[in-house]
């Protein structure tokens, strides 16, 4: 196992100021923190660390912990707390900017009564709150765990919808070790909650996980990115060695097996989990991550039969990866070769025919600086993206006044469409048509001046955006591209942008900030037309009058008409931007500089004042 890959356990002692029914609650001394750095020191200092204990953050030396591991290049640290001392907020804030740090915090229940009687402890639930609440204002990510007990098994999605308002969006439930196992299965506990998990709104973005219970319990969950934080020995029944997901599932306990209807053993079969777990193990193997959309590529790269050394030559990846790529695919089924001939058992799913709705899109806003795209030019952006995306999954849109979640949402290649956008009266119209359509698009009013509310943090796939030209704006938007992306490798951010003019001294502030951020650019193509209005060519068709107009007598001019005068005539150019292992936000938090250009910029075109100071600058 590579450094990066593993995660220590880090049991720093002591007992729970807690004391939950459900477990036995060990008065243990507090290690002292020499043994502590003792123990870090001859593991290498592992770069993901799970501090643990009875409760971490009662230790007297818990900051000097947390700096310590930290100042060794731990890249992530898991801190499993009741959040007691976090309510307090000379406590809490001395942790503010520790971003490293990923909350794991215990909630039994969506109540003072229910919490405090699993706790065991009176006004435990109030302090628990109280450090959420701090917790709010960081940029951390905080994981809810909520244990499954009698005592609240019929309260869980309230817990879920409880703490929702406070931004939190990543619930993991689990079986403590002293659970009856009868009670969950035989009872039927879990057939509740995997229908009320299911009812949940989809605007809401939560993500339910599993420490503990097996994944084919919750087929349609999709997410377990916290699976195995307790790192307890589990098994597995016989048809688990067909699943392609056992890499990922926590299996059964001992105790639990044996209460387990069999029938409910499902093994995953599908194409995406097998290259997931293709994925994990190309990975564990090779130099090089390999994103998903990468293997998704390959195998369709080949999906009738070619040479070998025709495939290599086109895919142009080193033989040695390769090798390994295609091996992993061929162990899950995915590839079959038969002596110089390879073949991928993959189908790559048709995109539906292109919905053109431009004709129901609205009038520019110059205050915000739209411009309308003409949909020839959409549509081979759509092309371009849906090739690129051949998984699809989660796409958000940050700006939307082109009907581009439309005409993408209509092609069935993405699960799901989001998009955020400003302007109330774009959302109420791509609402009707997404609802007309039955497309799965959700729209949240948002002002991208605000942070992202957190439950939307690092949730989707790809991004696209149409940011404004003027630098600030760009940094702007690609930085909330970047907060809603999770945190993977070679994720896609498409963004639509052209500078004030088209020439290369204004894109090069455009490239120091691209670099800034971490982002790899894959591709600038594809420039599109902003549309002109009918009514605007036919109002100045003839050369002379266009010029007597702009020049001349434009006093009299709206402000609409100043905006397209201007505007129209440039090329919008789509960005293909990739992160990185050092793809970062270069703007977070609140933004209240100017994101788009200060000077009018009809009025810098055309007011003889304004070219006469640029050409002393000159």
């Given at each position: 196992?590579?450094?990066?890959?593993?995660?220590?356990?880090l049991d720093i002692g002591g007992k729970d100021n807690n004391n939950p029914i459900f477990k036995e609650n060990k008065n243990n001394?507090?290690?002292?923190?020499?043994?502590i750095k003792q123990e870090l020191k001859k593991n290498n200092f592992p770069e993901k660390v799970i501090i643990s204990s009875g409760e971490p953050t009662i230790h007297p030396n818990f900051f000097k912990i947390v700096a310590f591991i930290i100042g060794y290049g731990c890249k992530s640290i898991i801190l499993k707390t009741n959040a007691r001392m976090l309510s307090y907020s000379e406590f809490s804030n001395r942790l503010k900017n520790c971003n490293k740090i990923k909350y794991f915090i215990d909630v039994f229940g969506p109540?003072?009564?229910?919490?405090?009687?699993i706790s065991n402890s009176e006004g435990s639930f109030k302090q628990a709150i109280s450090g959420i609440r701090n917790l709010s204002s960081f940029d951390n990510e905080v994981n809810i765990t909520i244990p499954i007990v009698n005592e609240n098994n019929d309260k869980l999605i309230d817990t879920i919808n409880f703490l929702e308002d406070y931004g939190i969006s990543n619930f993991l439930f689990y079986l403590p070790e002293t659970t009856t196992y009868d009670f969950f299965y035989k009872e039927k506990i879990y057939h509740n909650l995997k229908e009320n998990i299911s009812n949940l709104p989809n605007e809401t973005l939560i993500q339910v996980g599993f420490e503990n219970i097996p994944l084919c319990v919750f087929p349609e969950n999709s997410y377990y990115g916290q699976k195995n934080i307790l790192l307890k020995?589990?098994?597995?029944?016989?048809?688990?060695?067909?699943c392609h997901k056992k890499t990922l599932c926590p299996g059964f306990s001992k105790e639990e097996f044996q209460y387990v209807d069999k029938m409910i053993i499902k093994p995953f079969t599908d194409i995406k989990s097998k290259v997931l777990n293709s994925q994990i193990r190309i990975n564990k193997k090779s130099t090089i991550h390999i994103a998903l959309e990468e293997i998704y590529k390959i195998l369709f790269h080949f999906t009738e039969e070619k040479n070998i050394w025709d495939v290599i030559y086109e895919l142009g990846y080193?033989?040695?990866?390769?090798?390994?790529?295609?091996?992993?695919?061929?162990?899950?089924?995915?590839?079959?070769?038969?002596?110089?001939?390879?073949?991928?058992?993959a189908k790559k799913k048709k995109p539906k025919e292109?919905?053109?709705?431009?004709?129901?899109?609205?009038?520019?806003?110059?205050?915000?600086?739209?411009?309308?795209?003409?949909?020839?030019?959409?549509?081979?952006?759509?092309?371009?993206?849906?090739?690129?995306?051949?998984?699809?999954g989660k796409m958000v849109l940050l700006g939307d006044d082109d009907f581009l979640s439309i005409s993408l949402a209509s092609t069935g290649l993405f699960d799901e469409i989001w998009v955020f956008e400003i302007d109330e009266r774009i959302i109420d119209k791509i609402n009707l048509i997404a609802k007309e359509k039955n497309l799965p698009i959700t729209?949240?009013?948002?002002?991208?001046?605000?942070?992202?509310?957190k439950k939307y943090l690092h949730k989707f796939d790809a991004a696209y955006t149409d940011s404004p030209y003027y630098p600030n704006g760009f940094s702007?938007?690609?930085?909330?591209?970047?907060?809603?992306?999770?945190?993977?490798?070679?994720?896609?951010?498409?963004?639509?942008?052209?500078?004030?003019?088209?020439i290369m001294d204004d894109e090069l502030s455009v490239q120091d900030i691209i670099n800034e951020m971490g982002l790899f650019i894959e591709r600038k193509s594809m420039p599109a037309n902003n549309i002109i209005p009918s009514y605007l060519a036919e109002k100045y068709s003839l050369f002379a009058k266009l010029n007597e107009i702009v020049f001349k007598n434009n006093k009299n001019l709206s402000q609409l008409d100043k905006w397209y005068l201007a505007a129209l005539g440039r090329k919008e150019f789509l960005f293909h931007f990739l992160t990185t292992k050092d793809t970062n936000p270069i703007i977070n938090g609140i933004f209240e500089e100017e994101i788009y250009y200060e000077d009018i910029p009809f009025d810098f075109y055309t007011n003889p004042k304004t070219v006469k100071n640029l050409n002393k600058i000159k």
């Open positions: 196992m590579s450094k990066s890959d593993e995660v220590f356990v001394a507090f290690r002292e923190l020499k043994e109540d003072e009564e229910i919490h405090d009687k020995k589990r098994v597995y029944d016989e048809k688990c060695s067909e080193p033989i040695p990866l390769f090798l390994i790529i295609i091996e992993e695919l061929q162990n899950e089924g995915l590839v079959e070769i038969n002596g110089d001939k390879i073949k991928s058992q292109i919905i053109d709705q431009s004709d129901k899109r609205l009038e520019s806003n110059p205050e915000v600086c739209q411009l309308l795209v003409s949909h020839e030019d959409i549509e081979k952006r759509i092309n371009y993206i849906t090739e690129t995306c051949p998984g699809g729209c949240v009013q948002h002002d991208l001046r605000q942070k992202i509310p702007l938007f690609i930085s909330r591209c970047i907060d809603l992306l999770k945190k993977d490798l070679h994720l896609h951010i498409f963004s639509s942008f052209s500078c004030e003019m088209p």
